[in-house]
């Protein structure tokens, strides 16, 4: 199937809520990770979301280029052929932007999509996130007003956070504190602001003690309950039921019974990261493990080139990160729910 529409981006989206579960959003850092998510959503039957941070489009630009708005651009180019071939809905998504990265990042793309709208073509991704958990409630919300604006005339849904996602990812770190709640009267303030709807569609990354990255048991204390204060405090002071689009971040380490509580409280897409990027190593480091003779040229040896070639290990790899996505969308109640 093609890259997800912006009408079908929308249904995806609609069912998830209406049905009681929630997609995974992976993380991609290459060609190779990326073929790996489109195999675990395929596998597992459930539409699914790609996205990209600013580390990683970075990172996909060239080490030497490290240029954001270009891997970003390359990624969702490529994805556009290769997504073709499998049969589910793939929406592409960026992940957290700063504001000191903005307009390096962000509002760039949201204008390529912008141009794009206007020839009559698609927009690029399908969706944004504005990150503005580092900065004052007040200033968060004015900079969403814009943004919001911008991504409605892109055909794009923002994403946007209040509260705080602890521990660190690309660089932007957070300490793990009371700020990693977030309270109903900043939850009313953003619906005040920014709508429910009416002024375009938005996903809200609300927290409940969320850490980016894996912890031991007893060092993160998730409270999904908190979602359900929000979406019940919003809800009755504007007539809507469960009003907004929930995003869990920081889900690495959380048990089956937090992840499914959240998800009842109206959570619809859920970040991975750091669990994908560790099943994608791991048979790496094995196979090395495993062939050392081989991939490297010990004492002056040949080594094995069939151990060595990057495709050796490499499908390896992506077998590892597919079969995790597959049991992420098992864990979230995606699998078998794909848009027929």
């Known amino acids: 199937m093609p890259i997800a529409s912006p009408e079908v981006y929308a249904e995806m989206l609609d069912r998830a809520k209406r049905d009681g579960f929630a997609y995974p959003a992976i993380n991609v850092t290459s060609s190779q990770t990326l073929n790996a998510a489109l195999r675990g959503f395929a596998e597992a039957e459930s539409d699914g979301i790609v996205q990209v941070s600013t580390g990683g489009a970075d990172y996909l630009s060239g080490s030497t280029v490290k240029d954001m708005v270009t891997g970003a651009t390359a990624l969702a180019e490529y994805a556009r052929v290769v997504a073709a071939k499998y049969p589910v809905n793939i929406a592409l998504h960026t992940d957290h932007c700063p504001k000191d990265k903005l307009d390096g990042f962000m509002r760039p793309l949201v204008k390529i999509s ?109 409270r999904p309950e908190v979602l359900k204060d929000i979406q019940d405090a919003v809800g009755s002071k504007f007539g809507k039921e469960r009003p907004f689009d929930l995003v869990f971040h920081g889900g690495s380490g959380s048990t089956l019974e937090e992840i499914r509580e959240a998800v009842s409280y109206g959570v619809v897409k859920m970040n991975i990261d750091t669990d994908t990027q560790y099943a994608f190593t791991r048979p790496v480091a094995g196979h090395m493990f495993a062939h050392y003779d081989g991939v490297l040229k010990i004492d002056g040896e040949v080594g094995n080139k069939k151990q ?19 049991h992420a969308c098992e864990n979230l109640l995606s699998a078998g729910k794909k848009i027929k």
């Open 308 to 326: 060595y070639d990057p495709r050796s290990w490499g499908k390896a790899a992506e077998e590892g990160m597919a079969a995790r996505i597959a």
């Open 114 to 222: 912008q141009e794009r709208v206007a020839r009559g073509e698609e927009p690029l991704f399908q969706s944004h996130m504005w990150d503005g958990s580092a900065v004052p409630l007040q200033e968060n919300l004015e900079i969403a007003q814009d943004l919001l604006e911008q991504c409605r005339q892109a055909r794009v849904i923002m994403e946007m956070e209040i509260g705080v996602v602890g521990g660190e990812e690309d660089g932007v770190s957070h300490e793990i504190n009371e700020k990693l709640y977030t309270t109903t009267g900043d939850a009313i303030a953003t619906a005040e602001a920014v709508g429910l709807g009416e002024q375009g569609r938005y996903m809200l990354a609300a927290t409940f003690g969320n850490v980016h990255g894996v912890y031991k048991p007893g060092s993160v204390k998730l």
